[in-house]
């Protein structure tokens, strides 16, 4: 058992009714009056708030748009699960009896696995907010920051008719206690910079933005943006002013590192959360410890990842996040696993069950997911693919699991002609299959290239957990269309 | 709690405030291949925000502005949780800035609509357990089909809103969502739906599931398309997921404000004639169907379009002076009409339920007057840029239509167009609302829109 829990104060998260350590002792009682009902049961709670600072040529906002915090119990019987969950944790009584009610049960179906991956118990408490607590600067100098690169962009053309420029800041604490005797708590700040700059001529309006988050302290926002980048940003919307509409067909394409990041979670990665591959709802089924793909195509998941947007202390079934390796050399060579199916799969659990909050349901979900560098260079991925699309600036991915097909925006790409860029269109689809894009895979650029993105992510049409993904320029064959 | 702000506020001289309180009952079920395999009941959650407007003169434009404060928090019984909160907003209105307004007045008489299933609200644990036994039982007689995942959620949410001028308005609402994954048991292909209702039987999974299971057989032997030029045939729940995010977007008077609307005046041409379209706030048992809006302002029907000509904006409280059409009730919270807890949100300002007006032709005929086109049931995500007006997705489940007929099922490739005419190399081209050839008399609802089947031609479509 490793045990580094901090018996400090916790003045700074209390909620309205329960200080952290109170609400540690409600999920421990509750639990225990559960647990011998049951053959496994835990409890999460999770408490957000956040901060967005907001300017564009109408209004100035400060508002916390994200605030919800309560508590979740979860009972296993025989491969089937009960959960009840409480946002007003002030009656104990009610919140016992409900849980005993929903615990006292008895399955309705069969099921194949009855059980879970048992873990050993541990405990910890962290507080993860970075060199520069966001709670340290008073809203009116992030207030000023954002009117600062307001003005940036918005001086770069007069043809720059809005510029929309956010900061937000997220503040999560998560404990988790299970029947096994683990107790977990830890608080994560997450930071994040949205830039928009819009752009009209004649009747037409374009537009481009730069968007990025970390786990971490304000420290981010000096990696994430500065004068320079605020000022690209405008002119890629001028640019796009004049851009046309992208040709159609099945072109050799060059991803930027944000699009090749896109692709390796939502076209790859959804297909490698191992309870869709046990439902039957994976296109990489069939394709364990096959090759499939070019030696350099490595493909991971990293919950350790240092300030990584979806970086985690333990998942939401009190498990240590994992970098786990998907692909390796080409070769599929594992899935991610929560405990249901590390059970199912005779597999460890990899840190990867997440909730969106105590409201939701616990999945296999990604963290940080990302193509691993390569050792082209830019250049030379534009020259070998001769003719083709360049496509940058990623807008968004879609999953396909089972089908195995991708959709992947990019705000705008250019035309490869003879190696080299030519001219701009705006957005742009990519489509094709996933594994036809691997097979193609050409060559990755170097790890002086590699950026990630923080975005967030749905399981299915809900349940949005914060994540990001990663990678260098990438470039293979697909499906091109207008955006 | 409303006595303590208003107190506190008075102190700081003469500021407008509201609360917006919600609270949440969820059931959810889970089946997978078939089976339940979990149940989650009940899910309860709740909370507040608290918003003060602080009126501050007039702009740099002449234009009276205010800063506007809002705070959420967990429990309005909390006088603790309140101060904190209040202290937020009365902090936060000093530092923003945006063009000012005045919050409703007492209540006048709401207009009457209906947004509740009794199914949901009287019994919600035991009527989930129904609809799911129902979905296994509907399942069950697809015997080539399996639910790889599925769950079915109710929801009944109440909300409160006062303000400083004596409003105080109440309602209860309910939502039932279904998502599925549906496949062939011996092939890897599947249909995925995904629809959310205000009422359990507007699931309409009697009629749903064997559609949806006979998608899922035809996208096993699905192949994608040819780049070519076809007419695009698109039914009420796919048109759902694009026009009403472009209409919503150039109808309202903040786009306006902001030079964004391709709409700069009223009475123009904008779309074809045969185009009508109103934003509907009080559509029985619409999404975005509500007495008031999150502003308190009653919810009303408002024509935008009338035969291709642009009537009216639509608008919230805040820009309702910028236009002649007024406040039209348009004052929406984010998510409000997905089932969820919108309280934490800031007041925007968005469409209610988009409802257009039947045309003159069957579905049935528009198949039959089709020689070469592409009937789309599903995009992978379609959601258009509002602002270009532009849309391109990658088809998730579509049919060739061949002189007449539907024929084979299509998956892959992206289909791409325009709401708004635009100069390509070859010339302008029309937007599919000025190109648009049919036009439905059969409605059905998707996404809180009321919408036909339209036939728009000559359409893109990029494959193999």
């Known amino acids: 058992m490793i045990s580094i829990f901090l018996e400090k104060e916790r003045s700074d998260m209390q909620t309205s009714e329960l200080s952290s350590s109170d609400v540690i002792g409600l999920m421990q009682d509750v639990l225990k009056a559960a647990s011998p009902i049951v053959e496994y049961a835990d409890s999460l709670y999770t408490n957000s708030e956040s901060l967005n600072i907001s300017k564009d040529s109408a209004e100035e906002k400060l508002s916390q748009p994200f605030s919800t915090k309560g508590v979740v119990f979860r009972m296993l019987k025989s491969g089937e699960w009960r959960e009840a969950a409480f946002g007003d944790l002030r009656d104990k009584s009610k919140i016992l009896t409900e849980v005993k009610d929903r615990a006292n049960f008895d399955p309705i179906s069969d099921h194949a696995v009855q059980n879970i991956s048992r873990g050993k118990p541990w405990k910890i408490d962290v507080e993860k907010v970075g060199k520069k607590d966001p709670r340290n600067l008073e809203p009116t100098e992030k207030l000023e920051l954002v009117k600062r690169y307001f003005e940036v962009a918005k001086s770069q053309d007069a043809r720059i008719i809005n510029v929309d420029s956010n900061y937000a800041e997220r503040r999560e604490e998560r404990i988790f206690v299970n029947s096994e005797g683990s107790e977990l708590r830890a608080l994560v700040t997450r930071v994040h910079f949205f830039l928009l700059s819009m752009a009209k001529e004649n009747d037409r309006v374009e537009y481009d933005y730069l968007v990025n988050g970390m786990t971490g302290g304000l420290e981010i926002l000096d990696e994430i943006l500065d004068d320079e980048k605020a000022k690209e940003v405008s002119k890629k919307a001028i640019q796009l002013l004049g851009a046309g509409q992208v040709p159609t067909g099945t072109f050799n394409v060059v991803l930027d590192p944000q699009m090749a990041g896109t692709f390796a979670h939502e076209s790859f990665g959804h297909g490698c959360e191992a309870d869709q591959v046990l439902r039957g709802r994976s296109y990489l089924i069939n394709y364990l410890n096959k090759k499939l793909g070019p030696e350099e195509f490595n493909l991971y998941d990293d919950g350790t990842m240092s300030r990584g947007y979806g970086s985690l202390v333990f998942d939401d079934e009190g498990n240590p996040p994992h970098k786990t390796m998907i692909v390796e050399k080409g070769v599929l060579c594992r899935f991610l696993n929560d405990r249901m199916s590390a059970e199912e799969m005779n597999a460890v659990p990899t840190g990867n069950a997440r909730r969106e909050s105590y409201k939701r349901t616990c999945y296999v979900r990604m963290t940080n997911t990302c193509v691993e560098s390569g050792d082209y260079s830019f250049e030379e991925l534009l020259k070998e693919t001769g003719d083709g699309i360049y496509l940058e600036r990623a807008n968004s991915g879609v999953e396909d699991p089972i089908g195995g097909n991708m959709q992947l925006k990019s705000k705008r790409s250019w035309r490869i002609k003879n190696g080299e860029l030519s001219e701009p269109f705006s957005t742009t689809v990519l489509s094709g299959k996933v594994l036809d894009f691997v097979a193609n895979i050409r060559g990755i650029s170097g790890q002086s290239d590699f950026q990630t993105q923080a975005g967030t992510c749905g399981k299915g049409h809900e349940d949005y957990v914060s994540v990001s993904d990663g990678g260098s320029y990438l470039a293979s064959r697909a499906i091109i269309g207008q955006g | ?464």
């Not at chain 2, 109440?170 to 959310?196: I, Q």
Request: charged letters at 25%; a negative charge; aromatic letters at 8%.
């Open chain 2, 1 to 464: 709690m409303a006595q303590v702000v208003s107190s506190a506020v008075r102190e700081e001289g003469s500021l407008q405030w509201d609360i917006y309180s919600q609270s949440a009952t969820d059931t959810e079920v889970h089946i997978r291949e078939n089976a339940i395999e979990s149940i989650r009941s009940p899910i309860r959650s709740q909370g507040y925000a608290l918003r003060v407007i602080r009126s501050k003169g007039d702009g740099e434009d002449g234009k009276p502005i205010c800063g506007i404060g809002i705070s959420p928090g967990n429990l309005l019984e909390d006088q603790r949780d309140v101060s904190r909160a209040l202290a937020f907003a009365l902090s936060a209105s000093k530092m923003t800035s945006a063009p000012d307004y005045l919050l409703p007045s007492e209540k006048k008489s709401l207009p009457s609509v209906k947004i509740s299933d009794p199914k949901i609200t009287s019994d919600q644990y035991s009527s989930a357990r129904d609809l799911a036994e129902k979905v296994v039982t509907l399942l069950d007689r697809e015997k080539d089909i399996r639910a790889t995942f599925c769950k079915v959620r109710l929801t009944e949410i109440k909300t409160t809103l006062e303000n400083c001028n004596g409003l105080r308005s109440d309602k209860s609402e309910t939502f039932a969502a279904f998502e599925a994954g549906l496949s062939p048991k011996t092939t890897l292909a599947e249909y995925w739906p995904m629809t959310l209702t205000r009422r359990i039987e507007d699931l309409d999974l009697e009629q749903n599931i064997p559609k949806w299971a006979r998608f899922a057989r035809d996208s096993a032997k699905a192949k994608p398309p040819k780049t070519e030029k076809r007419s695009l045939i698109l039914p009420p729940g796919v048109l759902s997921e694009i026009a009403p995010p472009v209409v919503g977007f150039h109808a309202s008077s903040s786009a306006l404000k902001r030079g964004l609307s391709k709409w700069q005046n009223t009475g123009i041409k904008v779309w074809s004639d045969k185009v009508s379209i109103s934003d509907d706030g009080l559509l029985d048992y619409g999404l975005g169907t509500s007495p008031f809006d999150d502003e308190g302002t009653a919810q009303q029907r408002t024509k935008v379009i009338t035969r291709g000509e642009f009537s009216s904006y639509i608008s919230n409280a805040m820009y309702a002076s910028f236009v002649s059409s007024g406040n039209t009730g348009n004052g929406i919270k984010p998510y409000r009409s997905g089932g969820v807890l919108c309280y934490s949100r800031d007041v925007d300002l968005d469409s209610t339920n988009i409802v257009m007006e039947a045309g003159d032709s069957s579905y049935e005929e528009m198949i039959k007057g089709t020689s070469r086109g592409l009937l789309v049931e599903q995009f992978s995500w379609m959601f258009p840029d509002p602002i270009t007006g532009t849309f391109g997705a990658e088809i998730r489940h579509a049919y060739l239509v061949e002189n007449g007929e539907i024929t084979d099922p299509i998956k892959g490739g992206v289909v791409n167009g325009s709401f708004f005419d635009s100069e390509s190399g070859t010339g302008t081209e029309r937007g599919v609302f000025n190109s648009l050839d049919l036009i439905s008399r059969e409605r059905g609802s998707g996404r809180g829109s009321l919408l036909p089947y339209v036939r728009f031609p000559d359409i893109r479509i990029s494959g193999e």
